[in-house]
């Protein structure tokens, strides 16, 4: 659904929960820009490094996977707080105003109890990876606290979809 088309569907919100929510759209926005600008630096610095001076960036290839990783998970939040998850609207075309607020609400219930699950099973496998100090190979960076990252962001997801769809009532 384009966004100006899903608008017009939401309820009105007050100017203060507006602004609120403008704010935290925009933290989460700036958090993942940084990120993402940070990784294409060290692709450029080490690019350069490599076919200029013959000395790449020592573990430049495993600081981008686990800022990847950060910025696909920073990101995940913020994709839902925006509602601006890939969907199929082929559906509203036939429901009632009221039957597609009802299936909003559902579909976000459903979102926030699947968030929760994968957020308490990534939980544990961090804490497997924690204590067996799992860590890359070149610079020994743990996985651990990424992999903890990774399950409070799915738990945000998931507390985002659950205000939804307590937002909705």
Same mark, same amino acid.
């Given at each position: 659904v384009?966004r100006?088309a899903?608008?017009?569907r939401?309820?009105?919100v007050?100017a203060?929960a507006?602004?609120?929510e403008?704010?935290v759209?925009?933290l989460?926005? #700036? $958090? @993942?820009?940084? &990120?993402?600008?940070a990784?294409?630096l060290?692709? !450029?610095?080490? #690019? $350069? @490094?490599?076919y &200029?001076?013959?000395?790449?960036?020592r573990g430049? !290839?495993?600081?981008?996977e686990?800022m990847?990783?950060v910025?696909?998970?920073?990101?995940l939040?913020l994709?839902?707080f925006t509602d601006e998850?890939?969907l199929?609207?082929f559906i509203?075309?036939?429901?009632?105003?009221r039957?597609q607020r009802?299936?909003?609400?559902?579909?976000q219930g459903v979102?926030a109890?699947?968030m929760?699950?994968?957020?308490?099973q990534?939980?544990i496998?961090?804490?497997?990876i924690?204590?067996?100090?799992?860590a890359t190979?070149?610079?020994r960076?743990?996985y651990g606290p990424?992999v903890y990252?990774?399950?409070v962001?799915?738990?945000?997801?998931?507390l985002?979809?659950l205000?939804?769809?307590?937002e909705?009532?």
């Amino acid at each position: 659904v384009p966004r100006g088309a899903e608008e017009g569907r939401r309820r009105p919100v007050t100017a203060r929960a507006a602004k609120w929510e403008r704010r935290v759209e925009a933290l989460l926005g #700036v $958090v @993942a820009s940084v &990120i993402l600008l940070a990784m294409m630096l060290l692709t !450029f610095v080490d #690019v $350069v @490094a490599r076919y &200029i001076f013959s000395r790449p960036v020592r573990g430049a !290839f495993e600081i981008t996977e686990l800022m990847l990783l950060v910025l696909i998970f920073a990101g995940l939040p913020l994709v839902s707080f925006t509602d601006e998850h890939a969907l199929m609207d082929f559906i509203d075309r036939v429901l009632t105003t009221r039957a597609q607020r009802a299936l909003e609400g559902l579909v976000q219930g459903v979102c926030a109890a699947i968030m929760f699950l994968l957020a308490w099973q990534v939980w544990i496998k961090a804490d497997r990876i924690w204590a067996y100090r799992d860590a890359t190979d070149v610079l020994r960076i743990v996985y651990g606290p990424f992999v903890y990252f990774m399950a409070v962001s799915i738990g945000l997801a998931g507390l985002i979809h659950l205000y939804k769809v307590l937002e909705r009532r």
